[in-house]
């Protein structure tokens, strides 16, 4: 197993900005894709505005064809259930192609930080296994990866009773020959809120128009996550993430001099990545082309070749 004597990062409170970390992240030259056209707004609500119509209690969320994903957040607390909304890629042969080039860029990246090989196999697997998916939708950002959904039908009561997805029933169901769960929970895609956090966290990131540089960082930040539960080397991986923040602020603070609050905003879109889970960026960008296949299995066969 390896040791952390042969990292030089400086520890908790350290500057010294000659260390593995710094240097690794200063000097990560990613390539970007090309930018993909902004994807257009849905079209199909009129059905689901007459819908939701129909609550009392929920009479403003009736609007014409032209709501806005403000209306439609809105719309999704009806308390009768009917406006909940799901989605999924609307081209997955182009945009899983796209995420799966981006996850090999990004498992390089962690592969290239001494101090992330340094940490022990079992603090290793921890971090990759939390930090895979908000790093992925880093890559996404940095290559400029845009994509359009589609909307999907969420299954009534008595469809998921029928196809046995509820209760007791899915057993019944099995036994007259009805499909596998499998099949009817891949129907219902991706919550919409899913995608729009995904979606306005991509916004960010261009709006913001993140260097190379400030993306390295951001990795850094959010790969050494002291946030996790069993982490043997707790205070080692604390002290890189406080490394990697100390970076990312003298960068800023020596190229955009005359901009106060760029560090800040960054902090803020770096925030935004908490709510995007891996199931839900497995399921969007994944399943449409590896089905059931469990994605730890892939990122352990793709890090470490097992």
Known sequence: MATLEGCH??????????????????????????????????QQRQHHTQRVSSCASVSSCSSSSSLSRLDL??????????SRRRGSLRSPQVTCKAA???????????????????????????LVRNGWAPLLVLGLAQDRVDFETTETAEPSMLQRILTGGCGSQSSLTDRQG??????????????????????????????LDISTKEYAYLKGAVLFNSD?????????????RREAHQALNEHVKLIYRDDSTRFAKLLIALSMLRNIS??????????????????????LEMFYGK
């Open 178 to 207: 009805g499909p596998p769960p499998e099949q009817t929970t891949g129907i219902a895609g991706v919550s919409l809120s899913d995608i729009q956090g995904i979606k306005a966290f991509l916004k960010k990131c261009w709006v």
């Open 278 to 299: 891996p199931p839900v960026v497995t399921q969007l960008f994944f399943k449409p082309v590896i089905g059931a296949v469990n994605m730890e299995d892939v990122l």
């Open 228 to 240: 996790l539960q069993g982490l043997r080397y707790l205070h080692y991986i604390q002290s890189l």
């Open 73 to 82: 957040r809105q719309q999704q607390a009806c308390s009768c259930g009917s």
């Open 9 to 42: 990062c400086p520890g908790a409170g350290g500057q010294n900005n000659n260390s593995i970390l710094y240097n690794i992240l200063k000097n990560d030259s990613l390539s970007t894709t090309e930018e993909e056209p902004q994807p257009k707004p849905q």
């Open 100 to 126: 799966s080039a981006v996850l090999v860029k990004t498992l390089r990246f962690v592969k290239n930080v001494p101090c992330f090989r340094e940490l022990p196999e079992d603090d290793q697997l921890l």
